[in-house]
């Protein structure tokens, strides 16, 4: 028989405490987040996240715009050069060869100049905005009781996320109602805004959430302790509740196939990440860590250390990595989504037909909509890490504020 000699003992046993402690991380961040429901054979049936509410009110992003908005007024004013400020911040994002790139500069300032000489406290003190977004506040917390918004995963219905798509009902009682009661474009514009956006929001949360539970199944599965048919039905689970309402085909294919549909699903995203990743090599000079499956340190050909987003482009015209994290400007991730969030307002008041309103919109979303809730991931490695800052920047660009018990720690 043979004995480990001191120093191989020694080695062995450190290794073998920090596997041990890794775990326990693990374990302890997963439990603190996620419950399982099981039925009466001890197979889990559902997956829920304990951070996730019940409760719902829309004043948390009514103080969020209100703030931006004022803020974002205040530098206007205040900055001399604020225009050429963020033209610097976008130069390389909206960088296309000939007018298309100025052109859509052009769009973001010209948008934002629509919010410059808004009169805020008219609008957000008019006693009609204030009952409409009571009454979709009211309407909503009905329709959301209806649902429980801490699901994130079924394991025996192919069907449950399809047939709870409610809220979008409600908006559109919403927008109705804000027209018939508000003469004002000004609030007309920023009440419909509001309301488009909450909802968004509020569906946001479980899509975010998901995709931290995708980085504990990916990276941490044995630890876990499921078995292999449960992290396969969770997979699907979760990509049938992204199905759109309409799509009634994609949701025939997920029950016909629901022991591989998420896996099928999932890998396809790893797939095309690590191509668009190989595709785009040339702009880093350093690889470093690889976080889950969806994100990457790089240090670019500059010299700036990154964390990118493989599933997704920068924009519409970009499809290179979506930068997740600078560390050497950690605000910039942010300051950037507020600009285009701001934009997206300001775009409904410029003097332009409504398809070139919606097309000016949606390209400001390319930048952040997806790309924010793939995140969901990175947050959920730092959460693993102990890493209480990291966490906080990546809530702060989240930019949810529905979701206030994120960090629990």
Known sequence: MRFLRPKHFYTFFLSLF??????????????RRFHFIRNDSGEV??????????????????EQIKRHLYEEQAMMAEKGDYYYEVESLFADDMYMAGEKSSERMGLLIDSLK????????????????????DK???????????????????????????????????????????????????????????????????TERRLYHQNMLMHYLQEHEEEIGLEANEVDHIYSSIFESRIPWFAFWESRRARSN??????????SQVRAGNNRF????????????????????VV???????????????NFFNSSPAVAFDYDSPNKVVRKRVLLQLGGLGTSFLPIPQFMKDIAQSYFKSFYQSQKLTEGA???????????????????????PFDSLLIFD
């Not at 049936?45 to 992003?61: C, G, K, Q, W």
Request: proline share 3%; glycine share 4%; aromatic share 14%.
């Open 45 to 62: 049936v559902e997956v829920r996240d304990r951070s996730l509410s019940f409760r719902f009110s829309v004043r948390p992003y009514l």
């Open 378 to 400: 990175l947050f959920a490695h730092f959460e693993v890490q102990g890493d209480r800052l990291m966490k906080e920047r990546l809530m702060v660009q989240y930019l949810n």
């Open 258 to 267: 629901w022991d591989q549909y998420g896996i099928d699903n999932f890998y």
């Open 114 to 133: 629509q919010i410059e000489d808004l009169d805020l406290d008219a609008i957000f003190n008019d006693p009609h905005f204030q009952e409409v977004i």
């Open 136 to 202: 979709f506040e009211e309407r909503m917390a009905s329709a959301l009781s209806r649902i429980n918004p801490t699901v994130l995963a079924r394991l025996d219905d192919p069907t449950f996320f399809y047939y709870r798509h409610v809220t979008y009902q409600v908006v559109s009682w919403g927008l109705s109602l804000a027209k018939r009661m508000l003469s004002s474009v000004p609030a007309l514009n920023t009440a419909s805004y509001i309301l488009v956006e909450t909802e968004k929001l509020i």
């Open 278 to 297: 190989r595709q785009n090599r040339h702009l880093y000079a350093e690889r470093g860590v690889r976080h889950n499956y969806a994100f990457q340190d």
């Open 18 to 31: 920090l596997l041990t402690q890794s775990a326990f991380a693990v374990n302890d961040a997963f439990e």
């Open 300 to 314: 670019t050909q500059d010299g700036n250390h990154l964390i990118v987003n493989l599933l997704d482009g920068d």
